[in-house]
């Protein structure tokens, strides 16, 4: 049976505009995913305290977690997490289709440092009284569920390690972060700079150097670094204290556990 080009026409324009269909929904499918921002109204929180509420501008934890690209739904691990100011802050991110493990390890230590850091009691008092209700107080790092994390901070704490307490190693605290985040899981590192390398005690600054190295040999990925937490007028001359911490030249590190 004979078919003229004409009667072809019509079939061959339809086939052709459902191929281009098909070619922009993959086009689409590829194209990187944005995240929408985080919730700011989450610092006006009437629940935190006042003296972290002043902090928030120098700390910018929410720029932080946006960086590590933590949002709404996610289970994420704020690990040395002293009186709950991040715990807090995660704890309204995630929302309550998320979930906030909060770890302690020597926060929870009545004896270390002469009881002066002790902040297990505390913090139960402020997941309690301030409705945290997504948040599960873990003493030890060793308790985080198997591949069960999106992402982590530890943040102004890993330099507590080893340096300062001895009976806590580093190589045991980031293989216990890799076993708990899911492949493709990340964790987020701020600590104080400085030029010197390695730990400097007399000043309670850590290189950031070394931080990389350490999770490096524990078989995570330097995915980058941030400068948004960087103080040019911070000297690395002095521990800090007197200022507060979160006033310093700090560094911020993103690693990645690799996928499966």
């Known amino acids: 049976m004979f078919t003229s080009d004409a009667a072809l026409r019509p079939a061959a324009l339809v086939l052709s505009l459902a191929m281009l269909v098909l070619a922009s929904a993959c086009a689409v499918d590829h194209e990187p995913s944005v995240l929408p921002p985080i919730d700011r109204s989450i610092l006006d929180d009437p629940a935190r305290p006042e003296e972290e509420r002043a902090q928030d501008a120098d700390r910018k934890a929410l720029e932080v977690y946006d960086w590590l690209g933590i949002r709404a739904g996610m289970v994420v691990a704020d690990v040395f997490a002293s009186g709950g100011y991040n715990t807090h802050l995660l704890s309204r991110v995630v929302g309550e289709r998320g979930k906030v493990h909060s770890v302690l390890e020597f926060y929870a230590d009545p004896e270390a440092m002469e009881g002066r850091i002790y902040r297990l009691?505390?913090?139960?008092?402020?997941?309690q009284e301030t409705s945290l209700d997504n948040v599960d107080i873990l003493i030890h790092i060793g308790e985080l569920p198997q591949e069960s994390i999106d992402a982590a901070v530890i943040v102004r704490n890993y330099h507590d390690v080893?340096?300062?307490?001895?009976?806590?190693?580093?190589?045991?605290?980031?293989?216990?972060?890799?076993?708990?985040?899911?492949?493709g899981g990340v964790i987020g590192v701020v600590d104080v700079a400085t030029d010197g390398p390695g730990w400097q005690d007399e000043v309670h600054r850590l290189n950031e150097?070394?931080?990389?190295?350490d999770f490096a040999r524990g078989g995570f990925e330097l995915v980058e670094r941030?400068?948004?937490?960087?103080?040019p007028e911070d000297d690395h001359s002095?521990?800090?204290?007197?200022?507060?911490?979160h006033k310093m030249d700090r560094y911020l590190l993103k690693f990645r556990k690799p996928q499966a």
């Open 121 to 127: 009691d505390d913090l139960k008092k402020r997941v």
């Open 238 to 245: 002095t521990s800090g204290f007197e200022v507060g911490r």
């Open 162 to 183: 080893e340096w300062v307490f001895e009976n806590l190693k580093r190589d045991e605290v980031v293989a216990n972060i890799y076993r708990a985040l899911k492949p």
């Open 226 to 231: 941030s400068d948004m937490l960087s103080n």
């Open 209 to 213: 150097s070394l931080v990389i190295e």
